[in-house]
């Protein structure tokens, strides 16, 4: 009876380790604002499209709340930041640069702020619907810490735009590299023990056995 109180234990002991590895992370973050630069607008043209200087994109955002946990090493869904309009008839020369966007996210949890992620647009001169990308914009990941040894990082999906009026749903997603205390293991790794752990359990469960063995004789 000794035996079996004490593999019960070791066995307790194990469960907790493995427990205390898949810990999770909370977080709630809301897509705050798109921050286009000068380079994007809405002007008069001429009646060919050309001649103007800004970019004609629309940038909106959700301003959706999520909320959501995630374990060392794991990868949220994505959700939308908002949506991306491209309207321009036809993109001049003059109307290349300044193409920089910044988007803002605020969080609650796990700490508390704002957060911004920076992205170079990069448009090509040339008629809109010729079937060639006529906008990229390619966001640049964001390594955010928190708590006293925590991180995570936040990327956004690259868009490109091949056609006038194309609209792209800007999506974001969250990985978290460790948790506040600075815990790295993957939720694949926490559910499998330690080796050291794995011989313990061994040992016990030879220990048991030849308790059995002696109880019948």
């Known amino acids: 009876m000794k035996m079996i109180t004490k593999l019960a234990a070791m066995l307790g002991l194990v469960g907790a380790m493995a427990a205390a590895q898949a810990s999770t992370v909370t977080f709630d973050v809301t897509p705050l604002s798109f921050t286009p630069g000068g380079g994007y607008g809405q002007e008069t043209e001429n009646a060919n499209g050309m001649g103007g200087t800004l970019l004609d994109v629309l940038f909106a955002v959700s301003n959706t709340a999520q909320h959501f946990n995630l374990a060392p090493g794991g990868l949220s869904s994505p959700f939308a ?44 001169a040339g008629q809109v619907n010729d079937g060639a990308i006529d906008l990229k914009i390619v966001w640049n990941d964001v390594t955010v810490a928190f708590g006293s040894a925590g991180s995570f990082i936040i990327k956004m999906d690259p868009l490109s735009f091949i056609e006038r009026g194309e609209t792209l749903t800007q999506n974001f997603t969250i990985q978290l590299v460790a948790d506040a205390n600075g815990d790295q293991t993957s939720p694949a790794a926490a559910a499998v023990p330690e080796p050291a752990s794995l011989a313990l359990v061994g040992l016990a469960l030879t220990a048991f056995g030849i308790s059995r063995r002696r109880s019948k004789r």
């Open 81 to 124: 930041f908002g949506l991306v309009t491209l309207n321009e008839k036809s993109i001049d020369e003059a109307e290349l640069d300044g193409l920089g966007v910044k988007a803002t996210f605020k969080f609650v949890n796990p700490l508390t702020g704002t957060q911004e992620v920076s992205a170079t647009g990069t448009a090509f």
